[in-house]
Structure formats: structure tokens, C-alpha cells
């Protein structure tokens, strides 16, 4: 699977943007998909996830009740949607694709990535 993130940008601190990350080579209805955040100078780290079906979702404390996951399978598609952004999210973003049954909270749980894409949040 060849993952691809894009939609990334500036953005005022309290806007909203949504990134995408489009998937080719296989579809991608058997695997939880996964959003990961990397800020200058710090590890990569779980923002969320999404199962295959699109039924159930697990998100980081930090972003939690601000960002939207979703998907669309026939589309081979996944979304984020960001509101009230704070400059504490500016990061590269990027998406992931794991096989079932996988811990999704880290990325060792994650079979395949895309590159990222910037998200940038001015105070």
C-alpha cells in the first residue's frame, strides 16, 4: 500500500483545516488507518486511528473532542479533520496503515507509511 498525505498548511491558531491521505496499490478496507504528528525536535506520536469499518475510533488526549477521523473506503481514502488549532499542533502529519489486530497507538503497530504533510498553526 502507497500512502499519500496531503492537505497540510498555515492556519490561525483557532481555525480549522482537514488533511487527506489517499491510498493506491491495494485498497485499504482490511486496515486500521492511523494519523501520527512529528514537531521540530520531538518523536513522532499518535494523534488517531480508525478502524476499518469506520465504526470505531481512538484518539490522543490532546486532540481529542478538536479532531475528526474518518474514512472512505470506496474512495481509498482518509481524513482529519482539525478544529480549534492550536500552535501546539504544528507538525508534519503523516498517515499509516496497519493489519488488523495491531496495537494502533504506536507505530510500531503500522505496516506501512506515507510521507507527511505540514501543518503549520500561527498564534
Known amino acids: 500500500v502507497q500512502l499519500q498525505a496531503y492537505g497540510g498548511g498555515l492556519v490561525q491558531a483557532g481555525g480549522s483545516l482537514r488533511i487527506s491521505c489517499a491510498a493506491s496499490?491495494?485498497?485499504?478496507?482490511?486496515?486500521?488507518m492511523g494519523w501520527f504528528r512529528q514537531a521540530p525536535g520531538e518523536e513522532r506520536e499518535f494523534v488517531a486511528a480508525?478502524?476499518?469499518?469506520?465504526?470505531?475510533?481512538i484518539w490522543a488526549d490532546s486532540v481529542k473532542g478538536r479532531f475528526t477521523i474518518a474514512r472512505d473506503n470506496a474512495k481509498n481514502t482518509v481524513y482529519l479533520q482539525m478544529n480549534s488549532l492550536k500552535p501546539e499542533d504544528t507538525a508534519v502529519y503523516y498517515c499509516?496503515?496497519?493489519?488488523?489486530?495491531?496495537?494502533?497507538?504506536?507505530?510500531?503497530?503500522?505496516?506501512?507509511w506515507g510521507q507527511g504533510t505540514q501543518v503549520t498553526v500561527s498564534s
Open positions: 499509516a496503515a496497519a493489519f488488523l489486530g495491531q496495537t494502533v497507538v504506536t507505530e510500531s503497530g503500522y505496516a506501512y
Open positions: 480508525i478502524s476499518w469499518g469506520g465504526g470505531k475510533t
Open positions: 496499490g491495494r485498497p485499504i478496507s482490511t486496515y486500521t
